[in-house]
């Protein structure tokens, strides 16, 4: 799944319901074992240890994958506040710079920005976000060579507080950025979310299995279930791909009203 995903972003939300789907799927296929047992044998045993072994280990996986997807989701809403701050510094404290230079990097700064909202947009594959990636890191370079030509070209009487106030400010936004596009490539390997996958097929296989066995089909408290594991392997996923599953308004929030500054 997850080589699937790297080619077709946009499937990202169908992968809650892909794992929804075949947690149903087995929790049928253990229902139906189980009363195939109860017909063909005299006594059918099933292992509670075994089975609260697996379900815990499940459940394991489970809080990991959340806390790893909680955990990716703040770094990215702190790296979008900083961004939009150093932004929010250079364009204010380009007024120590000379009014054609001025006028250059404040230009600069409101493409920058366009381009940052814009990386994840209509984007379809990993490549395709790969190249978004490597077009801003060629903006952010391009931006750096531009300030540093145009500090010492600052009025004299202005010139000192462009060099102590916009060099630092210029390498804190160039580290934001960087730090932000390193971000975007960064996702769990592949081999947590198939073991994932496959332990909530097998927890599903189990469950359908011991309601059959032991007589205990309580079908209200199985669609609670059901409901509760998709709405979970929902939040988990979109906190892993805000950009796909994330309103984009809520997500980018801090970003567009920097844009709506620099106007």
Avoid: C
């Avoid at 499937?11 to 929790?27: D, E, G, K, Q, T």
């Avoid at 599903?204 to 079908?219: F, T």
């Amino acid at each position: 799944m997850h080589y699937f995903i790297e080619s077709h972003l946009s499937a990202v939300r169908f992968a809650p319901y892909i794992f929804l789907v075949s947690i149903l799927i087995f929790l049928g296929i253990g229902w139906l074992i189980g009363k195939y047992r109860l017909r063909t044998s005299d006594k059918v045993i099933v292992r509670d240890s075994l089975a609260a072994a697996i379900f815990g280990l499940s459940a394991l996986v489970l809080g990991f994958t959340f806390s790893s997807a909680n955990d990716h989701f703040d770094e990215r809403i702190s790296i979008n506040r900083a961004q939009a701050d150093a932004i929010t510094q250079i364009y204010q404290s380009s007024k120590y710079l000379n009014t054609a230079d001025q006028n250059a990097v404040r230009n600069n700064l409101k493409e920058i920005l366009a381009d940052r909202l814009e990386i994840y947009q209509g984007v379809l594959s990993f490549t395709a976000l790969n190249e978004n990636l490597e077009r801003l890191g060629h903006k952010i370079n391009d931006f750096n060579e531009l300030m540093m030509l145009s500090i010492p070209r600052a009025p004299a009487g202005t010139k000192e507080l462009a060099d102590k106030i916009l060099r630092p400010q210029t390498d804190h936004l160039i580290e934001v950025f960087k730090n932000g596009m390193l971000n975007a490539r960064h996702h769990p390997p592949a081999i947590l979310e198939r073991f994932l996958f496959t332990l909530l097929s097998i927890g599903a296989l189990l469950s359908g299995y011991a309601m059959a066995v032991k007589n205990e089909e309580d079908w209200f408290l199985t669609a609670i279930y059901l409901g509760l594991m998709g709405f979970a392997l929902y939040v988990i996923f979109a906190l892993e791909f805000p950009n796909q599953l994330f309103p984009y308004d809520a997500f980018n929030a801090d970003l567009l009203r920097t844009q709506k500054l620099l106007q």
